[in-house]
């Protein structure tokens, strides 16, 4: 049994250090429940360094992935027109967003109107034109591979779980031979502690 509960403390150890895939750095703050009846505005002030973070993340990490798509195709067709390729991956990403925004704003109901249209139709197109600038520059140097890092959760393995089922089954298994017998033995032992009392109590 001792075995089993070291198991499930050191599991959450060993894969917490071994399946992290963000970069040495935490970004937090955000909240929900931000309201403006709130006496000031350090809740919003912590959401909104949370998603000052998190956009500039998000363009470099799109910046990084369009830079490497365009490298990989230079270096497997020397014939390729890179700014045609570039405007080509621009509008596809234009594409894109702009239909994924639409469907976002398909699917609030009636009464969240006020979640509807929060871009305006030229947003997309002109922050990605303005990304795409950036691999643009980038893509004119030599062919180096930037590392992009994935959101904690998005890559980790989900046999844990499975591992920590096992694991629980196991230690319940051994619950049950430890406890099992001492209740036989319990019931036993006040069985025969009764069965001494009767004639005790015919006299």
Not at 46 to 60: A, D, R, W
Not at 160 to 180: E, K, M, P, Q, T
Not at 184 to 194: G, P, Q
Request: proline content about 4%.
């Amino acid at each position: 049994m001792l075995i089993i509960i070291c198991f499930l403390f050191s599991v959450p150890l060993i894969y917490g250090q071994s399946t992290t895939t963000s970069p040495p750095y935490k970004v937090d703050g955000c909240s929900s429940h931000c309201r403006k009846t709130d006496k000031d505005l350090s809740c919003w002030e912590k959401t909104l360094s949370f998603y000052e973070q998190t956009v500039l993340g998000e363009m470099q990490n799109f910046v990084i992935i369009q830079t490497n798509m365009v490298n990989w195709q230079r270096q497997h067709d020397s014939t390729i027109n890179t700014s045609n390729l570039i405007d080509q991956m621009k509008n596809n990403s234009i594409d894109a967003l702009t239909k994924a925004n639409s469907d976002m704003d398909n699917d609030w109901n009636d009464d969240e109107d006020n979640e509807k249209n929060v871009l305006a139709p030229d947003t997309i197109a002109t922050t990605v034109h303005a990304l795409i600038e950036n691999v643009r520059r980038l893509t004119t140097q030599s062919l180096p591979k930037f590392d992009s890092f994935c959101p904690i959760g998005c890559e980790e393995p989900f046999g844990i779980w499975r591992y920590l089922f096992f694991a629980s089954a196991g230690l319940n298994a051994a619950l049950a031979v430890a406890v099992v017998p001492f209740v036989f033995l319990r019931a036993k032992r006040d069985h025969d502690n009764s069965s001494s009392a009767e004639p005790m109590i015919k006299k």
